[in-house]
């Protein structure tokens, strides 16, 4: 029998956080599931989404970098994606009110709090709305990278990086001397679930081990 390699230190320390973070979010309400990779994450996605249900999907880079979205299209499901960018400025307003009537939606998170908190700021709001309300699923991926210990860290962690860095992949830069207003917009919108919604039959959250996403 071979014996199975001991994880390195790194690697170690970070499945230790990711896995009790599951443990946390299975606690009050939500389904925590660990991925060990982003493979199995998809898989678990794939496997908590119904064959023919519509699924929304917000903004997120970490869905993007799993292919869950290239998956779930080629497997039939009808997607209402606004980042594709063969939509029509109309077509992607028509895509972000699907995500709200969708079977599921399907999307990341800015932080994640080690007692299973979910933290997220948005500026429009499409994507924490469908979150919170609309469908009767919800399902989010987060890669380890998004683990905080608390609240106030997590909230650190959206407005001094996260929101930054994708500000700047979308061309523009965020810093101190940006206008008050443009600035109150990009975090107009912050969410904190401590616990299941109550609306929701599922809400599944993949603790994934590997650095995915802002």
Not at 18 to 23: H, N, S, Y
Not at 91 to 115: C, H
Not at 183 to 202: C, D, F, N, Q, S
Request: proline letters at 3%; glycine letters at 10%.
């Amino acid at each position: 029998m071979t014996e199975e390699k001991p994880l390195d230190p790194e690697t170690w320390f970070h499945t230790k956080r990711a896995r009790a973070c599951v443990e946390a979010l299975n606690r009050v309400g939500f389904t925590g599931i660990y991925a060990a990779n982003r493979e199995d994450a998809l898989k678990a996605v794939l496997e908590a989404i119904p064959q023919g249900a519509s699924v929304g999907i917000g903004g997120s880079v970490t869905v993007r970098a799993l292919g869950i979205h290239e998956a779930l299209k080629a497997r039939g499901n009808k997607v209402f994606d606004h980042w594709d960018s063969s939509l029509s400025p109309e077509e992607r307003t028509r895509a972000r009110d699907g995500q709200i009537t969708a079977d599921v939606f399907l999307s990341s998170t800015n932080a994640l709090t080690m007692k299973g908190t979910l933290i997220n700021i948005d500026g429009t709001g499409n994507r924490v709305a469908a979150m919170i309300f609309g469908p009767k699923t919800s399902i989010v991926a987060c890669g380890y990278n998004k683990i905080v210990a608390d609240v106030e860290e997590g909230l650190a962690r959206v407005r001094d990086y996260a929101a930054p860095v994708n500000y700047k992949r979308l061309g523009r830069e965020m810093d101190e001397a940006d206008d008050e207003i443009a600035r109150a917009r990009a975090y107009a919108i912050t969410t904190v679930l401590e616990a299941k919604p109550g609306g929701k039959e599922k809400f599944v959250v993949v603790v994934v081990g590997e650095k995915l996403g802002y």
